[in-house]
C-alpha cells in the first residue's frame, strides 16, 4: 500500500504580529511538507474574537509569503475542506460538539472564573495538581436547569475518564504517556458558544486530514486533551512534534530584550528573507549543511530525527553573518530594490547600478547605504574630519599637507582614476601600501573602512574628489 501523502499545517492565532519562534514553525512544518512531497496548509485560529484582530491576519499572510512560505490550502486558496478560518468554522464545530453532547462526552459547566481560581488555588496549596474539580459534572438535568434559569451561561466541559493513560510518541520528545487523572476535565466550547483551542485545533487537523505536526513545546501538554477529543470522535491524530523552545543568549525565553523583533520590525529594518529562514534552520534542527541555501535546498536537508530536545538559541550576530552572505548573493536587480529607499532619489539608472554595485558587499542593512551616498554624491566633507581627536585626522596629519596638494594636482591633470592617482602619488611622495592609501580613504570618505575606492572615485567625478583633498590639506 502506499504512503498518504504528508500533510503539514501552520496554525497561528492572529492576536500578535509574528515573531521568530512562531516563524520557525511555520518554516519547519512548510519544509516537512516539501521535502515529502506533501502539502502545507495554512489555518487561522481566530475563534478568539477579543484577541484576534483582521489585520493581524493580514500581516501573517504577508509574512509568510515574503519568507518564500506559500501554503497549498488555506485563506485565499480553499479547497474542500475550506474555510481555513475558524472564525468562520462555528457550524462545523456546533455539529461535533451536539454529537458528543449526545453522547454524553462533555457536560455543561456553570462554574464562574472565581469559583474556579478558589478550587485552583486550593488544589496548589494543597500540593496537588490544579485541574478541574469536576463540580458540575454530576449535575442532573433539574440542576442544570435551575443554573441556566439563574442566567448562568455554561461553557462545555470534556469528560475525560477517571483512569488510564494517554500516549503517544513525539517526534522530538519520544514516548510520552499521560494519567487520565492527572488531566482534569477541560473546555471545549467557552460561555460565549465559540469552540474552545483543545476542541477546534484537534477536529479541523482531523478534517483537514493533516497527519504530521511541528509546534511549540508549550503545546506538549495540551497534547494528551486532543488526543482524548479525536478519539472520542473517532478521528485519527496527527503524530506531533514539539519544537524546543528558542531563547535569548542568557536561556531566557527569547523577548524584545535580546534584540528579537517580529518578522515585520525584522522586514522592515531591511532584513532578507534568506537570512532568516536560513538562521530559523538551524535552531532546534541540527544540520552539517553550511553556507546559505535556497529553501528547496533547506526543504531537501530538513530531518525531523535531527530536532532537538535542547533549547535553541537565537543569536543577533548569527542572523548578521547570514544576512551578510545573503545581501553578498542578490542579484543587481534585487539589490537596487533593497536599497532603493536610501538612495538619492535622482540618479541616472547606470549610475545607481554602479553605485549598488560598489558597495553592496559592505552592505548588511540598507541604511548604511546612506552614508556611501553621503560620501559620494554628497558635497560636504566627511564630518570625521571635524573632529581633531579622532583617527581620520591622525591620519591626515600623518601624511603631511604636501601629500594632499600633490594627489589633488594629479586628479586635476589626470582626472579621478583610482589606479593612476595611487601610482602617481607613489612616484611624488615615495610613499606605499597603508601609509599611501589610509590618509586617502579618510580623506576621501571620512573612515577607515569602506568599499573598494576605485569605483567610488569614479562615482564621485573630479570636482568632489579635489574638493575633498584640498580639504585634507587644511586639516592636515
Ligand atoms: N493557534 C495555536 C498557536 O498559535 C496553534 C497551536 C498548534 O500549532 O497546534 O499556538
Same mark, same amino acid.
Request: aromatic share 8%; charged share 20%; with cysteine.
Given at each position: 500500500m502506499s504512503q498518504p501523502i504528508v500533510v503539514t499545517r501552520f496554525a497561528p492565532s492572529p492576536s500578535g504580529e509574528l515573531h521568530l519562534g512562531n516563524a520557525r514553525t511555520a518554516l519547519f512544518?512548510?519544509?516537512?511538507?516539501?521535502? =515529502?512531497?506533501?502539502?502545507?496548509l495554512l489555518r487561522i485560529e481566530d475563534t478568539d474574537a477579543e484577541r484576534s484582530k483582521a489585520e493581524f491576519t493580514a500581516q501573517l499572510l504577508e509574512d509568510l509569503r515574503w519568507l518564500g512560505l506559500e501554503w497549498d490550502a488555506g485563506p485565499g486558496r480553499e479547497d474542500a475542506a475550506a474555510p481555513y478560518e475558524q472564525s468562520r468554522r462555528g457550524a /462545523?464545530?456546533?455539529?461535533?460538539? @451536539?454529537?458528543?453532547?449526545? @453522547?454524553?462526552?462533555?457536560?455543561?459547566?456553570?462554574?464562574?472564573? $472565581?469559583?474556579?481560581?478558589?478550587?485552583? !488555588?486550593?488544589?496548589?496549596?494543597?500540593?496537588?495538581?490544579? !485541574?478541574?474539580?469536576?463540580?458540575?459534572?454530576?449535575?442532573d438535568a433539574a440542576g442544570r436547569a435551575?443554573?441556566? &434559569? @439563574?442566567?448562568?451561561?455554561?461553557?462545555?466541559?470534556?469528560?475525560?475518564?477517571?483512569?488510564?493513560?494517554?500516549?503517544?510518541?513525539?517526534?522530538?520528545?519520544?514516548? #510520552?504517556?499521560?494519567?487520565?487523572?492527572?488531566?482534569?476535565?477541560?473546555?471545549?466550547?467557552? &460561555?460565549?458558544?465559540?469552540?474552545?483551542?483543545?476542541?477546534?485545533?484537534?477536529?479541523?487537523?482531523?478534517?483537514?486530514?493533516?497527519?504530521?505536526?511541528? !509546534?511549540?513545546?508549550?503545546? $506538549?501538554?495540551?497534547?494528551? !486533551? #486532543?488526543?482524548?477529543?479525536?478519539?472520542?470522535?473517532?478521528?485519527?491524530?496527527?503524530?506531533?512534534? =514539539?519544537?524546543? $523552545?528558542?531563547?535569548g543568549d542568557d536561556g531566557a525565553p527569547l523577548s524584545k530584550r535580546h534584540g528579537a523583533r517580529s518578522l515585520r520590525q525584522l522586514r522592515e529594518a531591511g532584513y532578507l528573507p534568506e537570512a532568516i529562514v536560513n538562521h530559523l534552520f538551524r535552531l532546534g534542527h541540527s544540520s552539517a549543511l553550511a553556507g546559505l541555501q535556497s529553501l528547496a535546498s533547506l526543504a531537501e536537508h530538513f530531518d525531523t530525527a535531527h530536532l532537538g530536545k535542547s533549547p535553541a538559541r537565537f543569536d543577533t550576530v548569527q542572523l548578521d553573518v547570514w544576512q551578510k552572505e545573503a545581501v553578498h548573493r542578490l542579484d543587481p536587480e534585487r539589490a537596487s530594490a533593497w536599497?532603493?529607499?536610501?538612495?538619492?532619489?535622482?540618479?541616472?539608472?547606470?549610475? @545607481?547600478?554602479?553605485?549598488? &554595485? &560598489?558597495?553592496?558587499?559592505?552592505?548588511?542593512?540598507? #541604511?548604511?547605504?546612506?552614508?556611501?551616498?553621503? /560620501?559620494?554624491?554628497?558635497?560636504?566633507?566627511?564630518?570625521?574630519?571635524?573632529?581633531?581627536?579622532?583617527?581620520?585626522?591622525?591620519?591626515?596629519?600623518?601624511?603631511?599637507?604636501?601629500?594632499?596638494?600633490?594627489?589633488?594636482a594629479v586628479v586635476r591633470e589626470q582626472g579621478a582614476d583610482w589606479k593612476t592617482l595611487t601610482g602617481a602619488l607613489k612616484e611624488r611622495t615615495g610613499r606605499k601600501g597603508p601609509d599611501l592609501f589610509k590618509p586617502l580613504r579618510h580623506a576621501l570618505t571620512g573612515s577607515a573602512h569602506g568599499p573598494e575606492l576605485a569605483p567610488l572615485l569614479l562615482l564621485m567625478g573630479g570636482a568632489r574628489v579635489i574638493a575633498r583633498l584640498e580639504h585634507a590639506a587644511t586639516v592636515a
Open positions: 512544518n512548510w519544509l516537512h511538507a516539501r521535502r =515529502h512531497g506533501g502539502r502545507f /462545523v464545530y456546533r455539529a461535533a460538539l @451536539e454529537r458528543l453532547e449526545r @453522547e454524553e462526552r462533555v457536560y455543561p459547566c456553570f462554574c464562574s472564573t $472565581l469559583e474556579i481560581e478558589v478550587s485552583r !488555588r486550593a488544589q496548589i496549596a494543597a500540593g496537588k495538581p490544579p !485541574r478541574y474539580a469536576g463540580t458540575c459534572r454530576a449535575l435551575a443554573r441556566l &434559569a @439563574e442566567g448562568r451561561k455554561p461553557t462545555l466541559r470534556f469528560r475525560v475518564p477517571d483512569s488510564g493513560k494517554v500516549e503517544f510518541v513525539d517526534l522530538v520528545h519520544g514516548e #510520552q504517556s499521560f494519567s487520565c487523572s492527572d488531566l482534569g476535565d477541560f473546555v471545549v466550547q467557552r &460561555a460565549d458558544g465559540s469552540a474552545a483551542f483543545f476542541f477546534s485545533n484537534a477536529l479541523d487537523d482531523a478534517l483537514m486530514g493533516v497527519n504530521v505536526v511541528l !509546534r511549540g513545546e508549550d503545546h $506538549l501538554s495540551n497534547t494528551p !486533551r #486532543q488526543l482524548l477529543i479525536a478519539m472520542a470522535l473517532g478521528m485519527s491524530m496527527p503524530t506531533y512534534g =514539539h519544537l524546543s $523552545l528558542i531563547t536599497l532603493r529607499p536610501y538612495l538619492p532619489a535622482e540618479l541616472a539608472p547606470d549610475v @545607481e547600478r554602479a553605485f549598488v &554595485a &560598489a558597495i553592496q558587499q559592505n552592505l548588511i542593512l540598507p #541604511q548604511e547605504a546612506a552614508v556611501w551616498a553621503q /560620501v559620494v554624491f554628497g558635497d560636504a566633507a566627511p564630518t570625521s574630519l571635524a573632529d581633531p581627536a579622532g583617527e581620520s585626522v591622525a591620519a591626515i596629519r600623518a601624511a603631511g599637507r604636501d601629500f594632499f596638494i600633490a594627489a589633488s
